[in-house]
């Protein structure tokens, strides 16, 4: 089956930044563009460029070294706005303007103090401003998951008109769950005539943990670009998170039969680079890239992972660029995991022994979290030269 090609459009170096303890220098953030771009994400949002000399800067080089990937700089739907993320962007090779307005009620009535006719006024005039600089030209409906569903679909209507190649409909405050997401973008798909000529993309954030979920019922839906960060990262709760999106896509291609771009294997590499540049690490149990995401210490598991790996484990470490599973040895681990381990270090020893030396591990397991290789050979050592 011919499966549809989607568009992964990673925002970690600017949703991703805003997220408080998360911002970063110039030089990191070339670094991390260049990761990004060797991970295969098709646009990369390299800023706001408009909200700081800083940000201007790092957008404007980020254009200047990438080759392989779409840059984006975001700006409100202000001329002044558009024209500052256009001297950013214009050097890349691919430059995209990414614009915005919110369009539910409450967004409007409270804080841009404008009415539904005003906004849709605003929004194509930006969006034919932004196609006079660029062919790529993005508009996102900010708080799209509660807007009315019929003044979302005449905004989306009219900005494809005025030439947005991109339409966004984002869960900014992350409150959608899946089934309104599956709701809003078949609507959109059924309602708008014009829709074909334009694609449509999902932008969730995690206050209810759904954002991947979100944006999983959003492409099966017909949206075909999922906005991410690098592990989530990003305002409040966070972004959608690249690994976890593209490995459910990747471990249920029949269910999700999409292809894509992300070269999977740099997805641990990517993630190490953004705790290295920020100090921050995945907590352990995070999915595919946090430290416990491929280990196993009971001895359930560990006897199933020896004879056949697929018995806990549903993708390899490999496919997502980390070297080995690691079977932890600790006080839930069983006598095969901890023969075996003795084994690659070298000792090869009898029944009796192994017997003798798997109640002395419990014991210690029982007084120290962690067990290393040194703990084991103390073990060994000290238990031969006491017999
Ligand atoms: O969450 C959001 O709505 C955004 C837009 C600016 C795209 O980040
Ligand atoms: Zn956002």
Redesign the pocket.
Known sequence: MEKDRIYIFD?TLR?GEQAPGYSMNLDEKIRMALQLEALGVDILEAGFAIASPGDFASVQAISKEVKDVTVAS?SRALEKDIEVAWEAVKHAKRPRI?T?LATSDLHLKFKLKMNREDALKRSVAMVKFARNLTDDVEF?L??ATRTDIDYLCKVVEEVIKAGASVV?L?D?VGYATPDDMTRMISTVMNKVPNVDKAILAV?C?NDLGLAVANSLAGLKAGARQA?CTVCGIG?RAGNAAIEELVMAIRTRNDDYPFSYGVRTEEISRSSRLLSQITGVKPYPSKAIVGANAFAHESGIHQHGMMANSLTYEIMTPESVGVMTTSLVLGKHSGQHAFEKRLADLGYVLGKEEIKTLFGEFKSLADRKKTITDRDLIALVESSRQSS
């Open positions: 925002t949703d975001l990414h915005f996102s900010e708080d966004n984002p900014t932008h954030h906005e305002e």
